[in-house]
């Protein structure tokens, strides 16, 4: 199993320039998450999803859209990128049923907007 | 919304000592508290966690307590080792939904050789 992968692992991008992150989890999760992480201020929730064909709106959605077509995938959009996106974003994953909540985290895509 | 907050940004403790982190929460509806250690450049990853009806949690070393009254809940780590030096996020879930999960700043912890 790999686990939560995430595409790309670094991008600089330019002031209103456009790009799609990737996730992808091989483990049959139903719930799926975008994070943002900035120094000192942990890490924030973008969206998120419950499902295949379903969004949601978390903590910090401005500037972002997302879209889960296929289970296993999540992407995160951003149509004009501006400085302040310039920061660690983070996927994660988890089961929907059980005991168990435990979120599952990729490695993380570095964005630098100049 | 939920707000959490956690105390200390940065502790340091000698080997084989023992340190503690705090996190207070907002929302008396959370009802799910997970901690998180991240190493530098690494995914966070989860280290333990504790559900509402649970005062107290232990694995090996490491114990989460839980004080819902006070809206507080803390990660004690016994006999540190260099190992341990991480940065550390608590979370609590947003209003009775595990799966929405609102972070503290974190806290760097170093264990000194």
């Known amino acids: 199993n790999a686990g939560v992968t995430q595409t790309p692992k670094f991008r600089v991008l330019k002031t209103g320039q456009s790009m799609t992150l990737l996730c992808a989890q091989d483990?049959?999760?139903?719930?799926m998450y975008w994070y943002r992480q900035d120094p000192g201020m942990g890490l924030r929730l973008i969206h998120y999803s419950v499902g295949e064909g379903t969004t949601a709106k978390g903590e910090v959605p401005d500037g972002y859209n997302v879209s889960r077509l296929k289970k296993q995938n999540f992407l995160l959009g951003l149509e004009s990128a501006a400085p302040s996106q310039t920061s660690v974003y983070f996927c994660a994953s988890s089961y929907s049923f059980g005991s168990t909540d435990t979120q599952y985290f990729g490695p993380g895509t570095r964005l630098t907007v100049l | 919304g939920e707000n959490v907050e956690q105390h200390p940004s940065t502790l340091s403790v000698q080997e084989g000592d023992s340190a503690v982190i705090k996190c207070t929460y907002s929302d008396s509806a959370s009802n799910y508290f997970p901690w998180y250690k991240q190493e530098l450049g690494k995914r966070p990853q989860l280290i333990i966690d504790i559900r509402s009806n649970v005062g107290e949690k232990k694995d090996q070393r490491i114990a989460v307590t839980l004080n819902k009254t006070a809206k507080h809940f803390s990660l004690h780590i016994t006999e540190t080792q260099p190992e341990d030096s991480a940065v550390y996020f608590c979370?609590?879930?947003?209003?009775?939904?595990?799966?929405?999960?609102?972070f503290g700043s974190g806290t760097q912890l170093t264990v000194l050789p």
């Open positions: 979370a609590a879930s947003l209003g009775g939904s595990a799966r929405q999960l609102t």
């Open positions: 483990m049959n999760h139903e719930y």
